[in-house]
């Protein structure tokens, strides 16, 4: 809910100082070149750190309609999002610090660059925090659909309401997990490096659940060398 309330106040904060900027401009109390470019650098940085989610809404959307899905460009939706986090601290920092120079800057002109900065920084912790948890990169780690194991009930130390776990070391003895706490701000979820916004999740490790996705792994193996084995003969 974070995420997605800071990405809501990103875009009013953004559209009220693009037209405040332009305004500006119209009355001659700001250098046409100067205003511009932060108008555009501000609709920029709105625009990548939105460009995560829309591009998660487009691909469940194609998925849900029989749609192939390519599970490439695991850290692109990271680097959107780290770009726009960078940019909208620049920008916005940049306003702020001109304004120290006007003695007339506005209290809510103020705070609405105040937010910005830290909405971009609240970006790129988020970023940090997802490059992180999967540092070192690593095969065993991605989207797990928790569902199936909760049905089965085999993986009994994990408490999560959610169909879905962000898990790395599943090759290992002991696997590393993040339960989303909601589900509409999970971003790449068909790639390696899936996105669960902070604070929006649970941590925790799992012995049970590592021993299952070795059991399914192994089974998987067993099936196709059965099938190749059938058809060979």
């Known amino acids: 809910?974070?995420?997605?309330?800071?990405?809501?106040?990103?875009?009013w904060v953004v559209a009220v100082q693009c037209f405040r900027t332009l305004g500006f401009i119209r009355e001659g109390a700001v250098k046409r070149s100067e205003g511009m470019l932060t108008v555009f650098g501000m609709m920029a940085a709105a625009a990548l750190v939105s460009f995560p989610l829309l591009l998660e809404f487009v691909t469940v959307a194609a998925f849900s309609q029989g749609k192939p899905v390519s599970p490439r460009g695991d850290y692109v939706p990271l680097w959107f999002l780290g770009a726009g986090g960078l940019l909208a601290v620049l920008v916005f920092g940049l306003r702020l610090h001109r304004q120290r120079l006007n003695a007339n800057a506005g209290f809510f002109a103020i705070g609405a660059n105040a937010s910005g900065i830290m909405i971009g920084l609240y970006m790129v912790f988020v970023v940090a925090d997802q490059v992180l948890f999967f540092m070192p990169s690593r095969e065993d780690a991605g989207m797990l659909n928790w569902g199936i194991f909760r049905q089965e009930g085999a993986v009994r130390d994990i408490q999560c309401q959610s169909d879905m776990l962000v898990v790395r070391g599943m090759a290992s003895d002991v696997a590393t997990y993040r339960c989303p706490l909601d589900g509409i701000a999970v971003m790449g979820r068909?790639?390696?490096t899936p996105i669960v916004p902070w604070p929006?999740?649970?941590?925790?490790?799992?012995?049970?659940?590592?021993?299952?996705?070795?059991?399914?792994?192994?089974?998987?193996?067993?099936?196709?060398?059965?099938?190749?084995?059938g058809i060979s003969k």
């Open 190 to 192: 068909f790639t390696g």
């Open 200 to 229: 929006t999740y649970t941590e925790g490790t799992s012995h049970q659940l590592a021993v299952e996705v070795r059991k399914m792994q192994r089974s998987a193996i067993k099936l196709e060398d059965d099938q190749v084995q």
């Open 1 to 11: 809910m974070v995420f997605l309330l800071s990405l809501v106040i990103l875009q």
